[in-house]
């Protein structure tokens, strides 16, 4: 997605502060979308703040994230539950969505992974995820969250959005190859 630089410079911030409570988790999310890449996200959970940093960094939007979540039970709530706040910033700060380049692709590569990444901001929102990890857990992160977290994404986010690895041996080059791709097609 390209910046939209004349709505940003007539007076419309592409900005969004999502705030979500549920029995199992309390997150904020505040997106910026002609940021720098800057982020600040404070998950509970090692390896996704990693993602969502990479995440932020790619895409030149700044995130934030914070969330007490249901850690003692597992990382799924919290995973999920940002996917769908974070989608949801993004609906809300892409507005209109007029002047935006819609669609966007990216090839990324993390060492011996690669991950292509198309999307589609249409209003749409429909997940492709074929990629495939051997090892369950990433830290304190399990790898099938990885789909959680882009499925919560795009339905929140309007997003179809379709990730495929084409290759890859280590799982945390395969999890970051797909946060990077992901980023760099937005």
């Given at each position: 997605?390209?910046?939209?630089?004349?709505?940003?410079?007539?007076?419309?911030?592409?900005?969004?502060?999502?705030?979500?409570?549920?029995?199992?988790?309390?997150?904020?999310?505040?997106?910026?979308?002609?940021?720098?890449?800057?982020?600040?996200?404070?998950?509970?959970?090692?390896?996704?703040?990693?993602?969502?940093d990479q995440?932020?960094?790619?895409?030149?939007?700044?995130?934030?994230?914070?969330?007490?979540?249901?850690?003692?039970?597992?990382?799924?709530?919290?995973?999920?539950?940002?996917?769908?706040?974070?989608?949801?910033a993004l609906?809300?700060?892409?507005?209109?969505?007029?002047?935006?380049?819609?669609?966007?692709n990216a090839?990324?590569?993390?060492?011996?992974?690669?991950?292509?990444?198309?999307?589609?901001?249409?209003?749409?929102?429909?997940?492709?995820?074929?990629?495939?990890?051997?090892?369950?857990?990433?830290?304190?992160?399990?790898?099938?969250?990885?789909?959680?977290?882009?499925?919560?994404?795009?339905?929140?986010?309007?997003?179809?959005?379709?990730?495929?690895?084409?290759?890859?041996?280590?799982?945390?080059?395969?999890?970051?190859?797909?946060?990077?791709?992901?980023?760099?097609?937005?």
């Open positions: 997605m390209a910046s939209n630089r004349a709505l940003e410079s007539a007076g419309t911030p592409r900005t969004a502060e999502i705030t979500r409570n549920t029995k199992e988790t309390k997150i904020k999310v505040a997106i910026n979308l002609d940021g720098t890449g800057q982020a600040d996200n404070q998950t509970g959970i090692g390896f996704f703040d990693h993602m969502l995440l932020a960094r790619h895409s030149l939007i700044d995130i934030t994230t914070s969330c007490d979540g249901d850690l003692h039970i597992d990382a799924h709530h919290t995973v999920e539950d940002i996917g769908w706040a974070l989608g949801a609906n809300e700060a892409l507005g209109s969505r007029a002047g935006i380049n819609r669609f966007g090839f990324t590569p993390m060492d011996e992974a690669l991950t292509r990444c198309s999307i589609d901001l249409s209003q749409r929102p429909f997940l492709v995820f074929r990629t495939k990890f051997t090892a369950p857990m990433l830290g304190t992160m399990a790898t099938e969250l990885v789909r959680e977290f882009f499925q919560a994404f795009a339905q929140a986010g309007g997003i179809t959005l379709h990730i495929n690895t084409l290759y890859g041996d280590n799982n945390h080059h395969i999890a970051e190859s797909c946060f990077k791709a992901s980023a760099r097609a937005l």
